[in-house]
């Protein structure tokens, strides 16, 4: 939980608004908030032997997360020094794609 709290708060800028453990299915919960205000996240964790944990499997659950940036490359350049490379990326003539991804394999779409 801490790696993925670290990645949404260090390198996608948003602030944690509250953590909780949850008892009954033996996890957690951090939500957090972009800055400003806008978009919320809520991230779950659940510890090993909790009924509810299941390894992520890309593309049978959550596809991608979109967030909005003031400028691509440089925010792109940040996310490299902190180990986050980017892993897809498509330009058309008026569009541009750019993906990285979170510690847990989610692919996060970078968009101006």
């Known amino acids: ?3 993925s709290v670290d990645f ?12 909780s453990e949850i008892p009954a299915a033996n996890g957690q919960v ?5 800055e400003g205000g806008g978009a919320q996240l809520e991230l779950n964790y ?8 299941t390894p992520y499997s890309a593309g ?4 991608h997360l979109a967030f909005e940036v ?3 490359d440089s925010f792109l350049e940040r996310a490299e020094k902190a180990g986050y490379p980017v ?3 498509i330009k058309t003539e008026k569009s541009r794609w750019v993906y ?8 996060i779409e970078i968009v101006k």
């Open 1 to 3: 939980m801490q790696e």
């Open 8 to 19: 949404y708060t260090k390198v996608l800028g948003m602030k944690v608004t509250g953590s």
């Open 30 to 34: 951090v939500n957090l908030e972009s």
């Open 46 to 53: 659940y510890h090993s032997g909790s009924r509810y944990s």
């Open 60 to 63: 049978e659950e959550l596809d």
């Open 70 to 72: 003031e400028e691509i």
């Open 87 to 89: 892993v897809a990326e």
């Open 100 to 107: 990285i991804q979170d510690p847990n394999g989610i692919w």
